[in-house]
């Protein structure tokens, strides 16, 4: 059987299934778009970006827990808002990730040049719409997540800050294999995640913790 012809909808429980492009079009997952952009409100001083996950719902994903374990633990939690960047919403507050637009299943490989612009695009909407509400606005993501949130900051005008620097990530790549299965969960990337976000919102307490268990 083609995947045309299993995707958009499963009949067993009506799970979005698709390829990126077969989503993007689909009218559930456009509306989802219009509602975010339109009625999500920020009530929180920081914005973070991290990737999605393949599994779904998205705030089941380690590297949401490990960042939302230190966020809670050294008194962000109720100061950071953390929203994914999807190759198929283009953006997802974690508030909304319970809603089943989001729980989707995504067949396919990587996104092309096509799908970052336009994932870019939604991701600027939203910076847009969100300029006022925001003080500092960070990104935690490597490869064409990080180059879409690069599009979008410089294609609405409004600063984020990358968490991984340039040299970060020449020095993180030089761990090979490690680097590419584990990715941002792994203890040397996470460990920079912690000393930046400190830098980054002027957490000074965080910042003196951090040095002390150097």
Known sequence: MSLSQTSLFSREDELLVGTIRE????????????????????DKPYL?????????????????????DFLRDNAFGAKCHVVFISNVLGI??????????????????????????????IIARYLEKTKNNYEKRMVYARGSYLETVKMASENSGVNIESILTESDLVWLKRLGIKWMKIGLKMPECFSIFKKRIAE?????????KISEFR
């Open 23 to 42: 989503l993007a079009s689909n009218p559930k997952v456009l509306g989802f778009i219009e509602d975010v952009i339109n009625d999500c409100t920020p």
């Open 48 to 68: 973070l970006f991290i990737p999605e996950t393949i599994h779904k719902p998205l705030t089941k994903s380690r590297l949401y827990k490990m960042v939302k």
């Open 92 to 121: 997802c507050p974690e508030e909304y990730a319970a809603c089943e637009t989001s729980n989707f299943k995504l067949f396919g490989g990587f996104p092309d040049r096509t799908v970052i612009g336009r994932t870019a695009e």
């Open 200 to 208: 980054i919102t002027d957490n000074e307490d965080v910042q003196m």
